[in-house]
């Protein structure tokens, strides 16, 4: 990855957030974070020598404060502030999920929340393109995050949803923020509008069931 750019992680000390934050401080970008918990926000900091940024994600205020990655609410307002504020081009990803691109049962919520994050990023992209300024998804399988840990903490569970994912496990955020880095960094600024699944096969992939 290039090193000579900066990236502002919305939602930084999530599971994901955190490990976009380690990889991007890693390639030498300059970094800051935002996110309502101060505490959270400074000890990250302190680990990837990030600015730390104390401000509500889903607030146009404080979005556009911060000047440049989540359900629909703090996608829409990261759009608005991206097209105020990089009038010279960049790149903007949000982290939908899988279960926007396929039918899982008991995801109506967050399925509706991604899929109308991704409407929304094809529709940035059109609008921005002329400007340089890229939009792109990425689409998760069950993460090992805080947020997944219900799932996982049932051996049972944990079982269903790794039979689910071809690849036979569930992902690591590194898996995730591999991917967020590589749409972030300007060498590969030819890609625009797209959804690009890190999910072990989640969404298109079917295998035979053992037998």
């Not at 629909?72 to 504020?85: E, M, N």
């Not at 994050?117 to 069950?142: D, E, H, I, K």
């Not at 995730?176 to 959804?195: E, H, K, M, Y």
Request: aromatic residues 4%.
């Amino acid at each position: 990855m290039q090193s000579n750019w900066n990236v502002i992680v919305v939602g930084a000390y999530g599971g994901i957030g955190r490990a976009v934050c380690e990889l991007l401080h890693s390639a030498g970008a300059g970094l800051a974070v935002l996110g309502r918990d101060d505490e959270k926000l400074i000890s990250l900091a302190k680990v990837t020598g990030a600015l730390p940024i104390v401000g509500d994600a889903a607030s146009f205020a404080d979005l556009d404060a911060a000047t440049v990655s989540a359900n629909l609410t703090t996608a829409f307002p990261t759009c608005h502030a991206a097209g105020k504020t990089m009038m010279g081009g960049g790149s903007v990803v949000f982290v939908s999920t899988a279960a926007a691109r396929n039918g899982i049962a008991n995801h109506e919520a967050m399925a509706a929340a991604k899929g109308g994050a991704q409407g929304l990023m094809l529709s940035a992209a059109a609008t921005y393109a002329s400007r340089g300024l890229r939009f792109n998804c990425v689409a998760p399988g069950l993460t090992r995050t805080p947020l997944s840990a219900k799932v996982t903490a049932n051996e049972a569970s944990e079982k269903a949803s790794i039979a689910m994912h071809a690849l036979g496990r569930l992902g690591e955020p590194d898996d995730v923020a591999r991917a967020i880095c590589w749409l972030f960094d300007p060498a590969n600024d030819w890609v625009t509008g797209q959804v690009l699944s890190v999910d072990g096969g989640l969404a298109n992939v079917r295998v035979r069931p053992k037998v």
